[in-house]
């Protein structure tokens, strides 16, 4: 192994990240020509949904909290989290890498492993991508998915439904809080920060019981409830409790002394799904979901379009 990416050169690390794509046979519906070419050639998509993502040192990762392949993992599975939201199921990913020309090739390596892992993990073949030299590290993903059906929207929440998500908030803005206080007692915080998971498995549950409105939580609950709620022209009326944060959550909030509630509404990076939908639907996703919780309900346009959240929440912003 190269120690320094000069000897390897270009052509040598696009080579070091094919090597680590996925076995084609794992996957959903690998490219039929792929990572390697000039070009990737897709099989025929019915339904094609594509969406883009940036990651940039310094800004949504450091180096000194996360190791390389936290942050390729993390990359391709923030990427692909808004091909989840859209109940998609995905085909290929494409990566352009910006690499500083000191980085050592041992680092560009491991992260190229991350990136393969997470590949493998949701079944998404490597469509290709580039390299260039940059002044700080950096990912620019592209990412194709397939359509399974109707798209969930935003704007598709309807008065008289429930406002719910698939799993537990807040530990992720915790977990980014104790890398800030260099806090190592609660690694499951730690773990939601640097390693969140594209929810596919609660979107498939969400799709097959038909649910109309839904996204990801990337910018926190209040930032992308706020968002839902201007699409849909609709008023949004929380019900947070305490009851509802992790267990994780809530114990790192009794050691420190912060409110649970704030953080479940302003953490970011989350990951889980948010949707709408009537309280039949819900009772019959809970059976299939058991971490999905009810967090509020959906009203006709009436004042503010977000009530019964903490004074201080807010849209979660990088650093």
């Not at 990136?115 to 991508?129: P, T």
């Not at 690694?187 to 409105?213: G, I, N, S, T, Y």
């Not at 019959?284 to 006709?300: D, H, K, N, S």
Request: aromatic share 6%.
């Amino acid at each position: 192994m190269n120690s320094d990416p000069k000897e390897t050169g270009e052509f040598g690390l696009i080579e070091t990240l094919v090597k680590r794509r996925p076995p084609r046979s794992s996957l959903y519906r690998p490219c039929r020509v792929a990572a390697g070419d000039d070009a990737a050639l897709l099989a025929w998509l019915a339904q094609p949904v594509i969406t883009t993502d940036t990651q940039r040192e310094g800004v949504h990762f450091r180096r000194d909290w996360q190791t390389p392949f936290e942050i390729g993992y993390k990359a391709v599975s923030v990427t692909l989290s808004d091909l989840a939201a859209s109940f998609a199921k995905p085909v290929a990913l494409f990566v352009n890498l910006g690499l500083p020309p000191k980085l050592p090739g041992a680092v560009a390596e491991e992260l190229y492993d991350g990136l393969g892992a997470a590949l493998k993990r949701y079944g998404c073949d490597l469509g290709g991508g580039n390299t260039s030299q940059s002044s700080e590290l950096s990912l620019d993903l592209f990412a194709v998915g397939e359509g399974q059906g109707r798209m969930p929207r935003r704007s598709d929440a309807q008065p008289g439904d429930l406002l719910c998500v698939t799993g537990p908030l807040g530990l992720a803005r915790a977990g980014l809080r104790c890398l800030e206080t260099e806090e190592t007692r609660f690694p499951e915080l730690l773990k939601a920060f640097k390693e969140p998971e594209a929810r596919f498995d609660a979107a498939e549950v969400l799709r097959k019981h038909r649910v109309r409105c839904a996204m990801d939580i990337s910018d926190g609950l209040a930032g992308d409830a706020g968002h839902l709620a201007r699409e849909s022209g609709v008023s949004l009326e929380f019900h947070l409790t305490e009851e509802m944060a992790g267990g994780a959550l809530a114990a790192w909030c009794g050691a420190t002394g912060e409110d649970p509630l704030s953080y479940m509404a302003s953490g970011g990076e989350e990951y889980e799904l948010l949707f709408a939908c009537n309280p039949d639907t819900l009772a019959a996703i809970e059976a299939e979901l058991p971490g999905v919780m009810c967090v509020g309900r959906v009203m006709a346009r009436s004042g503010s379009p977000l009530s019964g959240l903490p004074e201080d929440a807010s849209s979660f912003e990088h650093r």
